[in-house]
């Protein structure tokens, strides 16, 4: 049973950076993706970024081109959510997930980190 847990959230104001970390235990990303998703008060989830474990092959929301970075580190089983020049729109709960293929863009998911919070103030 693969665990993702998310950490790195926080306040920060606008025009500042977080950087979001993933970890996962219980199993390895190995040649899955690993996906980032937000969901901010009173709407859906909406999807963020996502990175391709064995190749490295990434995938960026519009709002998230030029601002996010989507990278890993396999040594650690880690990834991060790099996320500069923030604005209040970027305010939501952040969750990694593992879809249950190797797409960079999909809605199965089949594990899901609980999520970090992060708040950005204007």
């Known amino acids: 049973q693969v665990q993702l847990v998310e950490s790195g959230g926080g306040l920060v104001q606008a025009g500042g950076s977080l950087r979001l970390s993933c970890a996962a235990s219980?199993?390895?990303?190995?040649?899955?993706?690993l996906a980032w998703l937000r969901q901010a008060p009173g709407q859906g989830r909406e999807y963020v970024a996502a990175?391709?474990?064995?190749?490295?092959?990434?995938y960026y929301a519009d709002f998230a081109k030029g601002r996010f970075t989507v990278s890993r580190d396999d040594a650690k089983n880690l990834a991060f959510l790099q996320m500069n020049s923030l604005t209040p729109a970027d305010t939501a709960v952040y969750y990694c997930?593992?879809?249950?293929?190797?797409?960079?863009?999909?809605?199965?998911?089949?594990?899901w980190g609980r999520g970090t919070q992060v708040t950005v103030s204007s």
């Open positions: 997930a593992r879809p249950r293929t190797r797409a960079l863009y999909t809605a199965d998911f089949d594990y």
């Open positions: 990175i391709r474990w064995d190749d490295g092959l990434t």
């Open positions: 219980g199993g390895t990303f190995g040649a899955y993706t």
